[in-house]
Nanobody, 127 residues
Framework: QVQLVESGGGLVQPGGSLRLSCAAS????????IGWFRQVPGKEREGVSC????????YYSDSVKGRFTISTDSAKNTVYLQMNSLTPEDTAVYYC????????????????????WGQGTQVTVKS
C-alpha cells in the first residue's frame, strides 16, 4: 500500500537550513504529484511546495519561494525539501502527500485534494 515517511526535521536557528526527506513505498513517485505541506496548531494545513506527476513542474507558496527547493531521487524513491534561510515563521509540522490525480498551479496547495499523507516531521526555528 502507499506509504510516505518524512524525516529530517529538528531544531535550527534562524537563518539556518534543513533538508526534509519523504521516502515513498507502494508506488513509484516518478509518475505522481508529491506535495509538501505544513501545519501549526490552530491553523489550516498550508501548501508549501509541489512537484507535478506529469512534467515535473514545481510550485511554491509565496512565503517560501526563493528559499525552499523541492527535488526527487528516483533511485531512492524519495522527495526532498531543502529549506534555507529559515525563520521562526517556518516553525511547523511538515507533511508530504501524494495523490493519483494530477495537481496544477491552480490547485496544488489545497490540502483537501490530496489523498495520502505521511505522519509529519517537526521543524522548529528559534534562537
Amino acid at each position: 500500500q502507499v506509504q510516505l515517511v518524512e524525516s529530517g526535521g529538528g531544531l535550527v536557528q534562524p537563518g539556518g537550513s534543513l533538508r526534509l526527506s519523504c521516502a515513498a513505498s507502494g508506488f513509484t513517485l516518478d509518475y505522481y504529484a508529491i506535495g509538501w505541506f505544513r501545519q501549526v496548531p490552530g491553523k489550516e494545513r498550508e501548501g508549501v511546495s509541489c512537484i507535478s506527476g506529469s512534467d515535473r513542474s514545481t510550485y511554491y507558496s509565496d512565503s517560501v519561494k526563493g528559499r525552499f527547493t523541492i527535488s526527487t531521487d528516483s533511485a531512492k524513491n524519495t522527495v526532498y525539501l531543502q529549506m534555507n534561510s529559515l525563520t521562526p515563521e517556518d516553525t511547523a509540522v511538515y507533511y508530504c502527500a501524494t495523490d493519483a490525480i494530477e495537481k496544477y498551479s491552480s490547485s496544488w496547495y489545497a490540502h483537501l485534494l490530496w489523498h495520502y499523507w505521511g505522519q509529519g516531521t517537526q521543524v522548529t526555528v528559534k534562537s
